[in-house]
């Protein structure tokens, strides 16, 4: 029998600001705990909240991004409950009226190609404090610097079939509040949170299932496992005809299973009110409408233009926009005289693997372009120019000239040089000469090999195949 | 008298009071009251130059504690001032005292302190309103010629009509609340006790204007004492009738008609108005109050400051309950509870939606009124005069009532000020006058001409 | 409208309030009247959503993003009643979610 995978995902990121949501205190990552806090973030008597501008801004930007409105007008509220890191024992939050309203991303489905999820709403609140359970035995150990973070909240409609595809769709929508400049997204450094909803009905059942929630996901590739084991967990108990109630579910990245919560909690009342300390939240037409213009080419729209413009197929734009970095750095090279699919695969190898290792570009665009111009002139080869990139990572003040020449991997394209040493080798192996003349057009590789070590490495590898060829006849 | 001297004239006084079994200061030293005079005598000419100023125990000082009358607060002190604070100092006022108040500004007689309830200076068998009752009862008992309190529901001008001194509340959104710990944050109020108008206005002047720490007050500068009136000929003032029950105690009956004699003669025209909405104030406000404070309070569990108390279960629970259970007093508890309730899944529309559309309608009352011509508004601001100890304890809506008459100016965020308009059986009455949003001036200039011809301490009868 | 005795468990509950068994009855029934007489504003009639009230601002001022807090005269180690390394501390959950 089967059974439809029904998933939606709430994501939760860290603004991209200089201060808190509602005070002037750093929100700067790694700092030696409670040093980042003062009376509102610690939730003194008395204190009271002051919302950052910045926040807003990027909030709304983010909304846009993803196809959302923005409300001209929204509303703080305050999410009550009691939790050790929560110190005002309320969350700043929105509830009725939130940010924005009604988005929609598109994503590549590995099942279904191009699927639209529909986003429910983008709002503003506060994050909470650290919590530390293993440094003291028997006591729990609280940090406030994270207390009063801003964080959007993503929800996305019920859309996602599948644990793939939510992975999927959380690696596009990274993607676009990264280029976005809205957050780092990082979910390594707790930028980026999801929580996971999953149900299963009948295909055909408007209806939707008991869905189960799935916390303490840690990356993407989790988040996928975890949904795969809830959902192995749901279809199971289905098809014993068991019921399936609503639960809260940890993930445990070490044995990959899902297990319920200790406490069986009655689901939370938050008991939601509007939050008296904070008037409405105001936001002018003509501002909105600067924050959709001050948006940068968004990732959808430059794979588009990279396929048209470049020529490239769809694969490789697709890895070039995968970081707005990436991208960016790619076109620079080009501009820089390099043609534009050897850009590409340049890009996708050597650069990408320093991106990966270093987050940054270590050989400026132009010296790359300066490296590419060598192979094509056979000045490197294809393989020595690898060795010589590596070289000019490690050494940012050099010239791809003079690195290739310092590390002696300047080819050879002498002439006369090339033709002694095919001479040599033609005299040393006649009896692949004759089966060469006999047909075995295959041994031209072997004689380039034989060249090549003969020279050390340092014969033009074109160069050898022409004067063979030339040999040959 | 030299700064010093004052702080010395000072201390003795309080020394008295404290001798007199008033209660109504929680901390207050010489060593601190002479640093105040040292720090003025450093930089002489401001307004209030020298001024003793006392505190109610909801403001916080860093350098005394703060409990708000609560044991859940016992020993803290805050390591921020308040900004009401800070701006009294930069005038050249002398903090004085934290007095005395019902827990966490929740009451109407100053019974429910967890430090002992404050008497009345003129009758200790009686209670002398609240919850700002400690700051009424000092300035009435001559100690300290101003001193700060707070409104949320009344809580300045009832206990100023008891006690038979000025008590201001200023307009919602003109004194920064930042440092005042939250109880209704939508209707509480830093308001002034003063002997007279004029020392009322000049304090609540000094701490009045825009606060960037607290967004919700008015990108307004701060307010200046009225020049004063001479008399009342040109304004018209409104006397609503839902103010003038028939049943109204006969004594404030009394001093109310002597008011309004004395109005007319300073040549006011009166004329009879309705707030139809305006028997709605009290429940209104005992739902939006209470889920307000329900939230406010949540941050007192024992994890970042004050006492702490676990209970046996030894865990996170057990701290928050066993903290809150035992340092939250039982009108404090019944408020927190109240106001969760009528947060809570299922009951948010029956009350407290319904609460914040009558909220609306009793605002709209007062609009419609100014509207049509009226500049003021007189009413008493106490049904009766001070009641005695343990009267109304027993049935938590029986104090509510007490508030009857100042309730609903604190919904609408109006400014409001009490008169001591005369006596009755020895017992202070107060006359209470309403104005305008914004119109805290017009409201202050009247009341110091009515002032100077009303005689406060005279029998009405 | 009448609370019951298991409803008002329940809000001490989400309250985090202890309350005693000698306290119940006697809370109960103080609920129950303060209850009862807000209630009166069932006679209101409802009419249509009516826009929230609250006094001050019409729209909310926001603050630049730039550092710089109210600083505190005394550090969190000193207002603590539990402090170590740096960190508050509480004891470990128990009954709530163990995240």
């Not at chain 1, 509602?22 to 980042?36: A, I, K, W």
């Not at chain 2, 009071?17 to 030293?29: C, K, P, R």
């Not at chain 2, 505190?55 to 805050?78: F, H, W």
């Amino acid at each position: 029998m089967r059974w439809e995978t029904v998933i939606g995902l709430e994501v939760h990121v860290q603004l991209r600001t200089r201060t808190k949501m509602f005070c002037g205190c750093r929100t700067t990552f790694g700092d030696p705990p409670n040093t980042n806090v003062c009376p509102t973030c610690l939730g003194l008597p008395g204190a009271l909240p002051m919302p950052n501008a910045e926040a807003i801004r990027l909030a709304a930007r983010g909304a846009i991004a993803l196809g959302c409105s923005v409300h001209p007008t929204s509303v703080f509220a305050r999410k009550n409950y009691f939790y050790p890191d929560l110190p005002k024992g309320y969350q700043i939050s929105q509830f009725d009226r939130p940010l924005a309203t009604a988005g929609r991303v598109a994503f590549e489905s590995p099942e279904r190609g191009r699927v639209e999820v529909g986003i429910t709403r983008l709002h503003l609140e506060e994050d909470a404090g650290k919590l530390v359970h293993d440094r003291f035995p028997g006591k729990t150990a609280i940090d406030l610097n994270r207390a009063g973070t801003p964080l959007a909240e993503i929800v996305s409609e019920p859309d996602l079939r599948s644990p793939a595809e939510a992975r999927a769709y959380l690696t596009t929508l990274r993607q676009i509040l990264v280029y976005a400049g809205v957050s780092d997204c990082s979910m390594e450094q707790g930028s980026l949170r999801v929580d996971a909803n999953i149900s299963i009905r009948r295909p055909g059942d408007p209806k939707l299932g008991t869905k189960a929630e799935v916390k303490n996901l840690n990356s993407f590739a989790n988040v996928e496992r975890a949904l795969e084991a809830e959902r192995e967990r749901q279809v199971d108990r289905a098809e014993r005809g068991e019921r399936i109630a609503q639960v809260t579910l940890l993930y445990d990245a070490g044995t990959g299973q899902v297990r319920e919560l200790r406490s069986k909690e009655e689901s939370h009342d938050y008991r939601y009110f509007p939050d008296p300390d904070l008037p409405p939240l105001v936001l002018a037409s003509e501002w909105i409408a600067e924050q959709r213009a001050g948006l940068p080419e968004l990732p959808e729209a430059r794979r588009a233009r990279l396929e048209v413009a470049y020529g490239l197929p769809a694969y490789d734009a697709r890895v070039l926009t995968s970081e707005i970095a990436l991208a960016e750095y790619f076109e620079s090279v080009v501009s820089a005289g390099v043609e534009a699919k050897t850009a590409a695969n340049w890009v996708m190898g050597d650069v990408m693997t320093t991106f990966n290792e270093s987050g940054g570009f270590p050989v400026e665009a132009g010296r790359l372009a300066g490296l590419v111009t060598l192979v094509r002139d056979g000045v490197v080869s294809h393989q020595a120019a690898k060795r010589v990139y590596a070289e000019l990572a490690q050494h940012p003040g050099e010239e791809p000239k003079g690195a290739a020449e310092r590390l002696g991997l300047v080819q050879v394209s002498d002439q006369g040089a090339l033709t002694g040493w095919v001479e040599q080798v033609l005299a040393a192996h006649p009896a692949e000469v004759a089966r060469f003349r006999g047909g075995e057009t295959k041994l031209m590789g072997f004689f380039v090999g034989q060249v090549m070590k003969r020279s050390q490495g340092k014969a033009d590898p074109k160069g050898v195949q022409r004067v063979l060829q030339e040999k040959f006849g | 008298m030299s700064a010093p001297a004052v702080a010395a004239a000072t201390g003795a006084r309080l020394v008295a009071a404290e001798a007199s079994s008033l209660n109504a200061t929680l901390h207050w030293s010489q060593a601190l009251l002479d640093a105040e005079a040292r720090r003025v005598e450093a930089s002489p000419g401001g307004p209030l130059h020298a001024v003793p100023v006392a505190i109610k125990d909801n403001i916080v000082t860093t350098d005394a504690p703060t409990t708000c009358a609560s044991r859940i607060l016992e020993g803290y002190v805050s390591p921020y001032d308040a900004t009401a604070v800070t701006r009294l100092r930069s005038a050249g006022a002398m903090i004085a005292a934290k007095t005395n108040m019902d827990e966490f500004a929740m009451g109407s007689s100053t019974e429910h302190s967890a430090f002992g309830r404050v008497q009345h200076p003129l009758d200790p068998s009686r209670v002398p309103g609240g919850s700002s009752g400690g700051s009424a009862a000092l300035v009435a008992a001559g100690v300290v010629p101003a001193a700060l309190g707070s409104e949320t529901g009344g809580s300045v001008r009832q206990p100023a009509s008891f006690c038979g001194v000025v008590g201001v509340k200023p307009s919602y959104g003109r004194v920064s609340r930042f440092g005042l710990v939250a109880f209704g944050s939508s209707l509480d109020c830093i308001s002034v006790f003063g002997r007279t108008v004029d020392d009322a206005s000049k304090v609540l002047a000094a701490m009045s204007g825009h606060d960037p720490l607290d967004r919700t007050t008015l990108e307004r500068p701060a307010m200046v004492p009225p020049a004063p009136r001479r008399d009342l000929s040109g304004l018209r003032i409104g006397l609503p009738r839902e103010y003038f029950p028939a049943d109204l105690h006969p004594g404030v009956a009394a001093a109310m008609e002597r008011t309004k004699t004395a109005a007319r003669e300073l040549g006011a025209e009166l004329v009879d108005v309705s707030l139809p909405n305006s028997p709605y104030a009290v429940p209104t406000y005992y739902i939006v109050a209470p889920a307000e404070a329900a939230a406010n309070l949540a941050r007192f569990d024992g994890v970042r400051y004050g006492p702490r108390k676990v209970g046996p279960g030894g865990d996170i629970r057990a701290l928050y309950q066993a903290t809150r259970g035992h340092g939250f007093g039982p009108e404090v508890q019944r408020r927190i509870l109240v106001g969760t309730y009528v947060l809570s899944a299922g009951y948010y529309d029956a009350y407290y939606g319904k609460a914040q559309r009558m909220r609306a309608r009793i605002a709209e009352d007062f609009r419609r009124v100014f509207a049509g011509g009226v500049d003021l508004l007189l009413t008493p601001t106490t049904p009766t005069p001070a009641f005695r100890a343990g009267e109304k304890t027993e049935d938590p809506v029986s104090m509510y009532l007490a508030d009857i008459f100042v309730c609903a100016i604190s919904l609408a965020g109006l400014p409001a000020l009490s008169l001591p308009v005369g006596r009755t059986e020895g017992l202070p009455v107060g006359a209470q006058l309403i104005a305008p949003l914004l119109e805290d001036e017009r409201m202050l200039a009247a009341a110091a001409a009515l002032e100077r011809v009303v005689a406060a301490e005279a029998e009405v009868r | 409208m009448s609370i019951g005795r298991d409803e008002v468990l329940h809000v001490a509950r989400l309250a985090e309030l202890a309350v005693r068994d000698e306290d119940l009855n006697r809370l109960v029934d103080q609920l129950n009247r303060i209850v009862d007489y807000v209630a009166q504003l069932d006679r209101v009639p409802a009419d249509g959503a009516a826009d929230l009230f609250l006094p001050g601002p019409r729209q909310v001022e926001l603050r630049e993003d730039v550092p710089g807090s109210v600083p505190l005269a005394r550090p969190p180690a000193e207002l603590s009643p539990e402090f170590a390394d740096g960190f508050f501390l509480v004891p470990r959950h128990g009954a709530m979610e163990d995240l």
